[in-house]
Each structure stands twice: as C-alpha cells, then as structure tokens.
C-alpha cells in the first residue's frame, strides 16, 4: 500500500493511453539533457531601466565555474561547453576535453624560470550555479559563483594570461607586466602530437583526429612581436608560441545586455554525480505562479537525489526509473524529489502539470509489472508491452490538530501532524503570536508535541518542518510552508458561595 509523496499519492492509473503519443498531445514535453546544466528563464527581477550591479550572462556565453568542491582539487576553476571542458589548474596547467577525444594538457613554461603560478578569477556575473548530484546533501555545491575571465600570473615572467571564451573559441590573451623574452616561452602539450604551426594556432593530432589549439595573443604595436614567429620544437612542444590579434580575426557577436530574452541568470545540475551513475535526463518542466520549477525524467542513477518525505526515495531497479523534482526559483534549492517507478523495466516521466494548490499531475510510460498504483485506481494492472502511467503527486504533508482556525482551545494544546514519508532524519516545530515563525525546535522523528501554558486569549501561529538530514539543510515544510492557527478561550471561573 503506498504512503505519501511526501503524504498523498492520488490514484495511480496504469492506463493504456496510446503509448506516448496521446500523452504528448496532451501536455508540451521540453527535452533537457543533464550533459547540460538544466537551465530555465526565471520570473527573477530583471532591471528595466537599470542595470544589476554585477551583469547577467547571455545565453549563448561561455563562462568559467568557480570551484567550490563539485570538481577535482586541482581545479580552480572550469569551463563547460556543448562540446568542450576546459579545466584551470592551480599549477597553471590547462586540462582540455573535447567531445570524445582523450584529455589533452597545455601548459606555458618558460626557459630558466620557476614559476609561482596564481589563478585569479576576474569578471565577475550575477549568474549562478548550483550542482544537486548525489544522494548526499552535505556534497551539493549551491549557488557557485561565475566570471568571465581567468588570469593566470607568474607562470612565464613579465607576463600575465587571460583566458576567456567567445563563439566556442579560446582566447589566451598576453598582458605585458614589463619586458618579457618571447623567445624563451614554450607551449607543451600532453596527450596530443603538434603536426603544423600557423600564425593563429596550433595544429595537434589525437589518434586520427586533428584539433587547432589557441596560441598567446598579442596586441600589435611592438615592432619586436612581428620579428618572432612560433615553431615546432619536437612533437609536444612550440617555441615563441606567440600570434598577433588581428592575424586571428575572430568576430566578436554583440547582444544587448538589457535583453532579459538573451540572459542566464541562473542553472543547475541534477542527478547522479558519476562513476556509479547512469544517464540522467528531464523531459516535462514547469514554473509556477511564484517561480517555482517542477521537472519530471528519467534517472538510471542509483544516487539521484532525494528528499525527505519523498514517496519513493530508493531506486526500484530496471533501466531506468522516473524522477519529479521541485526546486526553488533560483535554482538554488532541491525542495523535494522522488523516485516513480518499478523494479523491472525502463520508467520514464515525459509530461506534467501543475493545478492551483501545488499537485503534480505526470505521465509517461512504464514497462514495470510492479509499477505502483493506489486503490481505486482506473487500472490497477499492467496490461504488457510497455503501459502508459498517469500519476498525481503532492509535495507537502498535513498539519492535523487542531484544525487550521481553531478557537476555544484549552491552555494546554497537543500539536499533530502527518509523518512526512521516508528520508526524514528529525522534525522540528515552531509556535508563537506573531505569525511567520520558523521551526528550530527538535523532536525528533515524533509527529506531535504538547505545549502548555499558553495565554487565554492568545492566537497562536505554528509550523513543522520535515529534516532530511541533522543540520536540516534540506527540508520541507507542512502544508506548502502554510502556518495553521489557533485561539486559546478564556476560563471564567465563578466565586464559590456558601449560605
């Protein structure tokens, strides 16, 4: 018998519905991959007649991703593109990943110096990222901070490098400190053999795979830079790997800045992170009226992440199960996030919709016999041959007693509420009379508590809020974050008269 999601899982029929073609007739499905950030256009405050004091990101931007511990420790910082990862390394090194190619390294030297190398991070955006992978809340990276630009200092003398990234190309700029010998800098590649030299790049061979990789731009003006031409030096090294800006000629797109249509202000990962994962995809979104974003999929992943409360919080099994998660309207938070699905087949979420009090409403198709339905369900059987599913998902649990508006309560008032369903590490609760409390009190995986001496006379406000784990950094709160009330009555107590 199913529990709730994180209370109520409303009837569940196994409905064969023209596969998914009816369904997708029915609602607009948005295909996303989580090779790719999951992106979305917010209903956040973009200025009108003013702009931000930090700039959002355009859409079409490349952008360098501060790192707070989502990637490997040697990174300071990493660019993520359709076809590209460009990794910054502390020591200076460049890590490069194209497509399916083998990693390759770039690194400039220069000849008889000892670098010091310092990474800095410049230009910064008012975009954010955020990194929700892994069943471990204590491991998501919320709200990383982007920039434009990567400077790389003391890794060749007198010299400072810039790297930015514009039309998918990447641009290491040269920025004199002082009167640097070109003609001592190498540029070494690992992984990759140098088979030509060109006035704007290197050309490298990966197996039977060619790449052109960018060499350091110079802004003319220094009669000396025309005198030094790059040159291969063995198969993994150029010398002088110099080139001048306008020998390059890449043109540079203009957007309007002001055009909130072209803006990214926020994205985020979500899935498994990896390793034990498999492939993560979101099919069906939504924002609703206060920009809160429902996404449903499918997850090969045994560590997608859950929340507490979730109606299903562990993987059934099979190729795939579907997944509905709901996160806050920067993208910052997982407000909740279950698992749908069977223990044999391929489960997947293609379409959804959100009514007026917050339920989720999701199709898809299943090819699980043991797909849960619940009682009273149109069709509580699977039929064969891949069903589709229709199921309705709350994303709350319910305060009980008393009654949200209850007057003439005793001074001493036991508080109830439903349990929130699996993942919950504790509760905690809040009272008082003004209203809008935030829930701090522990106690623990108990779902009432009694309080006494309360003022007669006094309406009192409450609130429980369901843990996932002991610092409670993910959590849901009952009844969609609505606080309940309650009036405590007056005793009137009449003197005693004895005649």
């Known amino acids: 018998m199913l529990t709730t999601y994180p209370r109520s899982f409303i009837p569940v029929p196994s409905v064969r519905l023209n596969r998914l073609f009816g369904l997708m007739s029915l609602l607009m499905c948005l295909l996303l991959s989580l090779v790719q950030p999951v992106a979305v256009r917010?209903?956040?405050?973009?200025?009108?007649?003013?702009?931000?004091?930090?700039?959002?990101?355009?859409?079409?931007?490349?952008?360098?991703?501060?790192?707070?511990?989502?990637?490997?420790?040697?990174?300071?910082?990493?660019?993520?593109?359709?076809?590209?990862?460009?990794?910054?390394?502390?020591?200076?090194?460049?890590?490069?990943?194209?497509?399916?190619?083998?990693?390759?390294?770039?690194?400039?030297?220069?000849?008889?110096?000892?670098?010091?190398?310092?990474?800095?991070?410049?230009?910064?955006?008012?975009?954010?990222?955020s990194f929700l992978t892994g069943n471990d809340p204590s491991r998501w990276q919320t709200k990383v901070p982007v920039w434009t630009e990567v400077q790389l200092k003391g890794v060749v003398p007198q010299l400072t490098l810039a790297l930015t990234v514009a039309e998918?190309?990447?641009?290491?700029?040269?920025?004199?400190?002082?009167?640097?010998?070109?003609?001592?800098?190498?540029?070494?590649?690992?992984?990759?053999?140098?088979?030509?030299?060109?006035?704007?790049?290197?050309?490298?061979?990966?197996?039977?795979?060619?790449?052109?990789?960018?060499?350091?731009?110079?802004?003319?003006?220094n009669e000396k830079l025309h005198q030094v031409r790059p040159t291969m030096i063995g198969a993994h090294s150029v010398g002088a790997p110099i080139a001048l800006t306008e020998m390059i000629r890449v043109h540079w797109p203009t957007l309007s800045s002001s055009s909130a249509a072209h803006l990214l202000a926020a994205s985020t990962f979500l899935g498994g992170p990896g390793g034990?994962?498999?492939?993560?995809?979101?099919?069906?979104?939504?924002?609703?009226?206060?920009?809160?974003?429902?996404?449903?999929?499918?997850?090969?992943?045994?560590?997608?992440?859950?929340?507490?409360?979730?109606?299903?919080?562990?993987?059934?099994?099979?190729?795939?199960?579907?997944f509905v998660a709901k996160l806050s309207s920067d993208l910052g938070t997982l407000q909740a996030a279950t698992f749908l699905?069977?223990?044999?087949?391929?489960?997947?979420?293609?379409?959804?919709?959100?009514?007026?009090?917050?339920?989720?409403?999701?199709?898809?198709?299943?090819?699980?016999?043991?797909?849960?339905?619940?009682?009273?369900?149109?069709?509580?059987?699977?039929?064969?041959?891949?069903d589709a599913f229709v199921a309705r998902l709350s994303f709350t649990f319910d305060k009980t007693v008393p009654v949200n508006g209850a007057t003439n309560q005793p001074t001493t008032v036991t508080l109830q509420w439903q349990a929130a369903g699996g993942g919950v590490d504790h509760y905690r609760y809040c009272y008082d009379t003004t209203g809008g409390c935030a829930p701090t009190t522990i106690v623990g995986t108990n779902t009432s508590v009694t309080l006494s001496g309360l003022t007669p006379g006094a309406t009192y406000s409450w609130q429980v809020r369901a843990c996932a784990d002991s610092g409670c950094t993910v959590y849901i709160d009952a009844d969609n974050g609505q606080h309940h009330t309650f009036t405590v009555r007056f005793d009137i107590y009449l003197p005693l008269v004895l005649r």
């Open 168 to 221: 998918g190309r990447l641009r290491i700029r040269a920025l004199p400190t002082g009167q640097p010998d070109l003609t001592r800098i190498r540029l070494v590649i690992e992984g990759a053999t140098v088979v030509g030299v060109g006035s704007a790049g290197v050309e490298v061979q990966v197996g039977e795979r060619y790449l052109s990789l960018p060499l350091l731009e110079f802004a003319s003006g």
């Open 276 to 322: 034990r994962s498999g492939e993560d995809r979101a099919t069906a979104l939504k924002v609703d009226g206060q920009g809160t974003v429902v996404v449903a999929g499918e997850t090969g992943s045994t560590d997608f992440p859950t929340t507490a409360g979730a109606y299903d919080a562990t993987y059934n099994g099979g190729p795939s199960d579907a």
């Open 341 to 386: 699905g069977g223990s044999f087949g391929y489960d997947s979420a293609s379409a959804l919709a959100i009514d007026g009090q917050g339920t989720v409403v999701v199709a898809g198709e299943t090819e699980s016999s043991d797909f849960p339905t619940t009682a009273g369900a149109y069709d509580a059987t699977y039929n064969g041959g891949g």
């Open 42 to 129: 917010l209903n956040l405050p973009f200025p009108t007649t003013a702009e931000p004091a930090l700039p959002y990101a355009r859409a079409d931007q490349n952008f360098f991703i501060e790192n707070r511990g989502q990637f490997a420790s040697e990174l300071a910082a990493v660019m993520l593109a359709r076809e590209a990862q460009l990794g910054v390394g502390h020591d200076g090194r460049l890590h490069l990943k194209v497509n399916d190619f083998p990693p390759l390294t770039l690194q400039f030297v220069s000849e008889g110096y000892t670098p010091t190398p310092q990474v800095v991070l410049t230009g910064p955006l008012a975009t954010h990222v």
